[in-house]
């Protein structure tokens, strides 16, 4: 092993979870902002469309299903899951890798068995964190007054939103969006207790 090897700082993965409606990316985007020092947002691969907004490399790396299906056989992903029914998404090795092997820690926003595959594979280099509704009422309620889904894809959004609560003490951290600046700041105390 070379001097530079032996000295080399290895950074550290966090990975987030939390069921549609938790407030999952706005708390990720604020600890994004706030500019901790190389804490970096690993980008995973999708054989979904962009949505408005979104940009090839940045939210995602968008595939076609085929060339999500040749990036398995290559063994390309640390984890991948079919989240949704026909709707792909894995975690690229080469994302972790550029970033934890110069020394940056890297920001995982995945589901919650891709979560807990990479704990498993990763062990103590990872800090998993659940992110909690104050209550299921509160979450359908927060989903219903987002006006944006019909009441049945509500219903299917609560129940996998049960069955994902399922796996909540299965992580590390379990952190209550109950109120916004309360989550992200205790969010934030996390990482730093955990990177530094
Ligand atoms: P969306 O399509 O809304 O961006 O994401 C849908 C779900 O896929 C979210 O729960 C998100 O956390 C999850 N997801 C995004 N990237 C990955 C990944 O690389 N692996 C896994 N297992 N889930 C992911």
New binding site residues.
Partial sequence: MSTEQTHRKTGKIIVV?AP?GCGKSTIINSILDIGHSELRFSV???N?RPRPGEADGVHYHFLTTEEFHDAIAANKFV???E?YPGRF???LKSEIDRIVDKGGNVIL???V??GINVKKIYGDQVKTIFFLPPSIDVLRHRLESRGTDAPEVIDERVSKAEYEISFADRFDERIVNDDLDKAIDQTRRTIEDFIE
């Fill in positions: 979870s549609s995973s691969a999708t979904r984890e991948w899951e989240v998404y894995g975690t926003d995945i589901d068995k891709g």
